[in-house]
């Protein structure tokens, strides 16, 4: 079979590999469809700071059932699935105590052991998850970061009738917007400074979308939220200015998200955080809970996914994905790898 190799930055080989042989306990999986995401591009850029080379990527996967370990249960060769990328050790503080998703030794598919860009890829059942059949292959490859969005969310707890404010237009921050939505939120507000990720935002069905290049983001919230404001803000880009907008328009007593991941240390003014009894939160991944919300959420058509899609290439053409990625001048959002 055909195996996509990163072997360093920006370079990828395609090598012919032997088909993985199924374990009583696993499931092999005919990969169908790879998100690329934003962790894969730090990769490709050499800046992913727990990546070496070489490395097989691929952890937004969807695929269908090719072979079944002798004592799986629940599923049938051709059915549609989708499975978690994390692996952990399960011996840890975090995974004895039900953490699991933040392992003190965690490995991520793609990252640091090999992901699923290859046409086979055998994983551990107890991973795998079997979305509706009325879930496409596209979608159900996007249950990755829908989980992500999802996660973030309860870290704040139930978003139902809430105030909810989303600083970045990007994938997660779309999903993490979408995801409040359906979950009901009473307000969802989003930002950005990138034009094309503002009308892809519209394009969602996002009632309030705001330009903070353009317009001043503390009138807005008074605005659309009133008084009472955000109940809770999603930082979904990881750079200094989000940080910084999210402490300083926070409403006393509410929550910031860390959602984005930062390539550079921030400054954060825990000044404003202590006076104004602001809760601090980080958000890494996901637990089988979230996938299972998340495939939830995916299958009851709330969510806006093929207006996120913009790009498609074949799986031959893995490079190409990266080469279109960096000349787009940041004009795209979902770019599938299909198989």
């Given at each position: 079979m055909q195996q996509a190799v990163m072997t360093r930055p920006g370079q990828i080989e395609f090598r012919e590999v032997e088909r993985p042989a199924v374990q009583p306990d696993e499931v092999l999986v005919q990969v169908r469809r790879i998100g690329v995401c934003g962790s894969d591009i730090h990769v490709y850029h050499g800046k992913h700071p727990y990546t070496s080379y070489p490395v097989v990527q691929g952890h937004e996967v969807s695929g269908t059932v090719a072979a079944l370990g002798e004592s799986v249960k629940g599923l049938s060769i051709g059915d549609t699935v989708v499975f978690m990328p994390q692996v952990t050790c399960g011996t840890c503080f975090p995974c004895r105590t039900g953490n699991y998703h933040i392992c003190d030794n965690l490995k991520v598919l793609g990252f640091q052991t090999d992901g699923a860009g290859?046409?086979?890829?055998?994983?551990?059942?107890?991973?795998?998850?079997?979305?509706?059949?009325?879930?496409?292959l596209d979608h159900a490859a996007m249950v990755e970061p829908v989980a992500v969005a999802v996660h973030a969310l309860a870290r704040y707890g139930p978003v139902a009738n809430q105030h909810v404010l989303v600083l970045g237009a990007g994938t997660i921050g779309s999903l993490v917007g979408q995801c409040a939505r359906a979950m009901g939120a009473a307000k969802v507000m989003i930002t950005d400074v990138a034009e094309y990720k503002l009308q892809k935002a519209r394009a969602c069905g996002f009632e309030r979308v705001v330009n903070t290049a353009q317009e001043d983001l503390g009138r807005a919230i008074d605005d659309y939220f009133g008084v009472r404001k955000a109940d809770v803000i999603l930082e979904c880009v990881g750079v200094q200015p989000t940080i910084t907008q999210a402490v300083n328009l926070a409403r006393k007593g509410s929550t910031i998200v860390v959602v984005g991941v930062f390539g550079e240390k921030p400054v954060v003014d825990l000044g404003l955080v202590q006076d104004r009894e602001l809760s601090l939160i980080g958000t890494l991944m996901y637990q089988y809970r979230d996938y299972?919300?998340?495939?939830?959420?995916?299958?009851?058509?709330?969510?806006?996914?093929?207006?996120?899609?913009?790009?498609?290439?074949?799986?031959?053409?893995?490079?190409?994905?990266?080469?279109?990625?960096?000349?787009?001048?940041?004009?795209y959002l979902k770019v599938m790898i299909d198989l």
């Open positions: 290859q046409e086979y890829f055998a994983v551990k059942a107890e991973k795998v998850l079997k979305p509706p059949k009325s879930v496409s299972e919300k998340a495939i939830q959420l995916v299958a009851s058509g709330k969510l806006h996914l093929d207006e996120m899609i913009t790009h498609r290439f074949a799986f031959r053409d893995y490079l190409k994905a990266y080469e279109t990625i960096e000349a787009s001048h940041g004009e």
